[in-house]
């Protein structure tokens, strides 16, 4: 297991809005078999702590989040994924329909590319996930687990 960087850029677009979170924090990759499985830890401050482990098979990415919130949702291209998420709140279920899975795993660093129409209660959002990591980190970027939002 490697210590990596890992710097998330995540956008949702809903009913024209959209909202964005940049956030970098410490994380662990590692080969599992014939996966490879990136790891991180995150903090929200509404709900706590949330460890999340994103799996790279090949042919699909599987996201899964332990911690304040609990899920797995399956990203693979075209296939809709219906899925359960349970927070402090309550659970919500969910359908994940991937429009875009896109992975690079190279010699130190890589990055996981995502975009899905995430359906909650018939509300739909467009959302975009990009992951880079890297054993070298990122220039001019600090180690830390904030969450930026615009």
């Known amino acids: 297991m490697e210590e990596v960087m890992v710097r998330i850029i995540g956008t949702q677009i809903s009913n024209g809005d959209e909202d964005r979170i940049d956030f970098s924090t410490t ?4 080969r599992r078999g014939d996966s490879f499985v990136l790891s991180f830890d995150e903090y929200n401050a509404d ?15 599987t996201m899964q989040k332990t ?6 949702m399956v990203f693979e291209p075209q296939k809709l994924y ?3 998420y349970s927070t402090p709140f309550g659970d919500i279920d969910v359908n994940i329909f991937p429009t875009m899975v896109d992975t690079y795993i190279g010699d130190g660093d890589g990055k ?11 509300s739909k959002t467009v959302s975009r996930i990009n992951m880079r990591y890297s054993k070298k980190g990122f220039h001019n970027e600090e180690r830390s687990n904030v969450y930026y939002e615009s």
């Open 27 to 30: 994380g662990w990759f590692e």
């Open 47 to 61: 709900s706590g702590e949330i460890k999340t482990e994103v799996i790279m098979d090949g042919k699909a990415v």
């Open 67 to 72: 911690g304040a919130v609990e899920t797995q």
């Open 82 to 84: 219906l899925a359960e």
């Open 112 to 122: 996981i590319e995502l975009e899905y129409v995430l359906n909650i209660g018939g």
